[in-house]
């Protein structure tokens, strides 16, 4: 792709140099996966087998969370989960996403997460967006970005919201993207620890989560505390 030869470009009206500089970004990108820093992460067969039938599946980028193979992973993790999901008698799923923040900045995967909420029904499958701060939203990409106008899509087909305790700063932008009123928005702030405010559809709850000693261990996330 980076040296095109003019057989090839002229079965398609084109010149050489044309060719290579319009597949130029695709074909240093796949320079990488094959001979780069990404060498051996997409190259070559999958080297796990997954069982999707078991009652947890757990993906877990965190070792490449910082680096700039994160949206290809995710690419791939996501065309996994949806084979998995729309395979007969799949069984009902819960699809949790953490940290969806950076999930959201990827278009391709943020695409992929809209449509498991438009068609969750017909899959069987409830899906969990967890977030710190409404404000994450903002991180998926530049106000009027296809990337931000999904994350918001996403905000609206979600019919439970959980809101734990906000700092003042957030108030004003989780009243105006969660639909709060100002005795809910003034809450925010005053949530101790383990209580939320519950948004079902139209209805408000305040609700204190309590855990049990199973649960604790699961997640405590202080451990290097």
Sequence with gaps: MLHPNE??????????????HSVRDVALELRRMCHGD?????????????DWDGPL????????????ALGLLMTCATAW???????PNAGRRFIVVDEAW???????VARWLQQTYKLSRAFG????????????????????SEAYALARGLLSDTETR????????????AKEMLGLGDSEADLLPQLGRGNALWKV?????????????????????DARM
């Design 125 to 144: 499958i409830s899906n969990v967006a967890v977030m710190h701060r409404v404000s994450d939203l903002a991180a998926s990409g530049a106000e009027g």
């Design 81 to 87: 989960m949806q084979s998995a999901i729309i395979r």
């Design 38 to 50: 990404l060498k051996g992460m997409f190259d070559g067969h999958t080297n796990i087998k997954v």
């Design 102 to 108: 950076a999930v959201l900045s990827n278009v391709g």
């Design 7 to 20: 057989e090839a470009a002229n079965k398609v009206g084109s010149t050489s140099t044309e060719i290579a």
């Design 57 to 68: 599946v757990v993906i877990d980028l965190s070792a490449v969370f910082s680096s700039s």
């Design 201 to 221: 559809g139209q209805r408000s709850f305040l609700v204190e989560h309590i855990l049990g000693e199973r649960e604790k261990s699961i997640v405590d996330t």
């Design 162 to 173: 959980v809101i734990y305790g906000q700092p003042h700063s957030e108030v004003e932008l």
